[in-house]
T-cell receptor, first 113, second 111 residues
Framework: QQQVKQSPQSLIVQKGGISIINCAYENTAFDYFPWYQQFPGKGPALLIAIRPDVSEKKEGRFTISFNKSAKQFSLHIMDSQPGDSATYFCAAGLSGSARQLTFGSGTQLTVLP | EPEVTQTPSHQVTQMGQEVILRCVPISNHLYFYWYRQILGQKVEFLVSFYNNEISEKSEIFDDQFSVERPDGSNFTLKIRSTKLEDSAMYFC?????????FGEGSRLTVL
C-alpha cells in the first residue's frame, strides 16, 4: 500500500515539446506529493510539490496535475529544454513531523536539441 | 544558499568492515534523514531522526545500521559490518517543517 508507480521509465522529447510523467499511489493517507529532479552524480532536488486540496499547481514551465479520486498525479514540463534532461522522481508522503517519502522508480528524460 | 553537505563523496570498503557516512544538515533544520539509492534504482527511505532519536525507520534499516548526532552539526550513518548489497548512493536530507533538502550523496562501494 506504500507503493508509488511511475511511468514512463524513459522519455525522449524534442526541444520545445511537452514532457509528461505520470505517477499513481495507493495509500489514500498520503497528502504531500513532490517531484524531484536529479542530475547524474547529484542528489535529488525539489522541483515542485502539491497537496491534495488543489488539482493543479504551476511554477514556471513546470505544472503538477493532481487527480485525487484516481490517486494519480503528473508532471508536465512545457517548452522542454536540453537542460531539463535529467531523471525525475515523483514521491508521496504524509504530513507531520517526519517527512518519510516514498519515491517512484524514476523517469529518465532526454530533451533533444 | 544553505545546503546539506556529505562526506566522503565516495568510499570503497571491504565486506565486513564498518563504515561511517557523515552529513552536515542545514543549520536551522530539525529533522534529518538518510535515504539510499542502489545504482539505477529508486530512492529508498532508511531512517528519520528528530530530537536526538529515531522517529521512523524502514525495514532496510536493520541492526547493522545506526544513526547519531554526535554534536550540534553532524549527523552520521554507521554500517557496522558491510555487505555487498550495501553498495549504493547514500543521501542525507534535512527539513524544518516542509520540504526535504538532499545532499549530493556518498557513494559506498563494498568489495
Amino acid at each position: 500500500q506504500q507503493q508509488v508507480k511511475q511511468s514512463p521509465q524513459s522519455l525522449i522529447v524534442q526541444k520545445g515539446g511537452i514532457s509528461i510523467i505520470n505517477c499513481a499511489y495507493e495509500n489514500t493517507a498520503f497528502d504531500y506529493f513532490p517531484w524531484y529532479q536529479q542530475f547524474p552524480g547529484k542528489g535529488p532536488a525539489l522541483l515542485i510539490a502539491i497537496r491534495p486540496d488543489v488539482s493543479e499547481k504551476k511554477e514556471g514551465r513546470f505544472t503538477i496535475s493532481f487527480n485525487k479520486s484516481a490517486k494519480q498525479f503528473s508532471l508536465h514540463i512545457m517548452d522542454s529544454q536540453p537542460g531539463d534532461s535529467a531523471t525525475y522522481f515523483c514521491a508521496a508522503g504524509l504530513s507531520g513531523s517526519a517527512r518519510q517519502l516514498t519515491f517512484g522508480s524514476g523517469t529518465q528524460l532526454t530533451v533533444l536539441p | 544558499e544553505p545546503e546539506v553537505t556529505q562526506t566522503p563523496s565516495h568510499q570503497v570498503t571491504q565486506m565486513g568492515q564498518e563504515v561511517i557516512l557523515r552529513c552536515v544538515p542545514i543549520s536551522n533544520h530539525l529533522y534529518f534523514y538518510w535515504y539510499r539509492q542502489i545504482l539505477g534504482q529508486k530512492v529508498e527511505f532508511l531512517v528519520s531522526f528528530y530530537n536526538n532519536e529515531i522517529s521512523e525507520k524502514s525495514e532496510i534499516f536493520d541492526d547493522q545500521f545506526s544513526v547519531e548526532r554526535p554534536d550540534g552539526s553532524n549527523f552520521t550513518l554507521k554500517i557496522r559490518s558491510t555487505k555487498l548489497e550495501d553498495s549504493a548512493m547514500y543521501f542525507c536530507a534535512s527539513s524544518v517543517l516542509g520540504e526535504l533538502f538532499f545532499g549530493e550523496g556518498s557513494r559506498l562501494t563494498v568489495l
